[in-house]
């Protein structure tokens, strides 16, 4: 009898299931906003710095490594880690520049 009565009341469901799913979507819309949202900004900042290298840039690649740019072709630069001594890294292995770096 109690199962009739609960499947009778069918438009109460609707509301109770919104109560149920309020807390999930609002843990998406934080995550968007304080973890996603955030992470696409750094990644079109990063983007940008990339294609931007120059001649003369101070950069520090992904593996720690710190040095000056001397030479930028169209998907690697060279960079200058001592005197007379370059590396030619990929411009994803470039991750910021030596003023970033100094703030952290």
């Given at each position: 009898?109690?199962?009739?009565?609960?499947?009778?009341?069918?438009?109460?469901?609707?509301?109770?299931?919104?109560?149920?799913?309020?807390?999930?979507?609002?843990?998406?819309?934080?995550?968007?906003?304080?973890m996603i949202?955030?992470?696409?900004?750094?990644?079109?900042?990063?983007?940008?710095?990339?294609?931007?290298?120059?001649?003369?840039?101070?950069?520090?690649?992904?593996?720690?490594?710190?040095?000056?740019?001397?030479?930028?072709?169209?998907?690697?630069?060279?960079?200058?880690?001592?005197?007379?001594?370059?590396?030619?890294?990929?411009?994803?292995?470039?991750?910021?520049?030596?003023?970033d770096a100094?703030?952290?």
């Amino acid at each position: 009898m109690m199962s009739l009565f609960l499947q009778a009341g069918g438009g109460e469901g609707s509301p109770n299931m919104l109560m149920q799913l309020l807390p999930f979507l609002l843990i998406i819309v934080v995550f968007y906003f304080f973890m996603i949202r955030p992470q696409v900004k750094r990644q079109k900042e990063l983007r940008k710095y990339r294609e931007n290298l120059k001649k003369g840039d101070k950069v520090v690649t992904t593996g720690g490594i710190y040095g000056k740019v001397t030479e930028v072709k169209e998907s690697h630069v060279v960079i200058e880690i001592a005197q007379d001594v370059n590396i030619k890294v990929d411009k994803a292995g470039i991750i910021m520049d030596m003023s970033d770096a100094a703030k952290k």
